[in-house]
């Protein structure tokens, strides 16, 4: 089944304790973004890529890490994370990377940063 | 920087009303368009895109949108909404000017539809 999955789905952490979300696709898609949905602002770019090795800051990068080191894969890591950074994330991957089409979202992760 | 707003951010309509939700995006140029639909506890998933070519474009389950290009518009319609359409909607756009890559979205506008 062709899909997007996500891990955790559900994390409750500390401020300052790093942590990794991670996000794989079985669509062999070149393009892969994180997004951050919080109530009244809709969902926001966090990082994209267009391929391998290839990532791109969107509108709210900053406290947040990407890498791309293989094609399905497309964790996003939080050095230090802050209250600031409790949001409900969202990873996405699209067939093209020159010209994203339709994304396809993963089911998304709640953190929850104390 | 392409910014997108939807101005209804709750809507409430019986079974059977006519749907019209609204899009404006604020930045010209050659543009892509796409509605997405978050059903409660599902995962984000596409209605309908524009690219190119005739501006009404149809998705699934009865929505279709009008891309108005003199009032950087593209709003989605149904005409007769069900229970079942109960869910979020977020406008997004890419192209200009931030690139093809870079995907801005709305705010979103939660639907509810009462039997």
């Known amino acids: 089944e062709a899909q997007v999955t996500q891990n955790p789905r559900y994390l409750i952490t500390v401020t300052g304790k790093k942590l990794t979300v991670t996000c794989s696709q079985n669509m062999n898609h070149e393009y892969m973004s994180w997004y951050r949905q919080d109530p009244g602002l809709g969902l926001r770019q966090i990082y994209y890529?267009?391929?391998?090795?290839?990532?791109d800051k969107g509108d709210v990068p900053e406290g947040y890490k990407v890498s791309r080191k293989e094609k399905r894969n497309f964790p996003l890591i939080l050095e230090s994370p802050s209250p600031n950074q409790t949001s409900l994330y969202f990873c996405?991957?699209?067939?093209?990377?020159?010209?994203?089409?339709?994304?396809?979202f993963g089911p998304g992760t709640r953190l929850t940063v104390l | 920087a392409q910014s997108v707003s939807q101005h209804n951010h709750h809507v409430i309509l019986s079974e059977a009303a006519s749907l019209e939700l609204g899009c404006n995006y604020s930045?010209?140029?050659?543009?892509?368009l796409f509605w997405y639909v978050q059903y409660p506890g599902q995962h984000l998933q596409l209605l309908l895109k524009y690219f190119s070519g005739d501006p009404l474009v149809k998705g699934i389950k009865g929505f279709e949108a009008e891309f108005i290009k003199s009032k950087f518009s593209f709003n989605l319609r149904k005409p007769s909404v069900q229970w079942s359409d109960t869910a979020e909607y977020f406008c997004a756009v890419n192209g200009a000017p931030g690139g093809y890559q870079k995907v801005t979205f709305g705010t979103g506008t939660k639907l509810q539809v009462i039997p």
């Open positions: 890529s267009m391929n391998v090795e290839v990532t």
């Open positions: 996405a991957s699209s067939d093209r990377g020159s010209n994203i089409d339709t994304q396809y």
């Open positions: 930045y010209g140029g050659t543009v892509n």
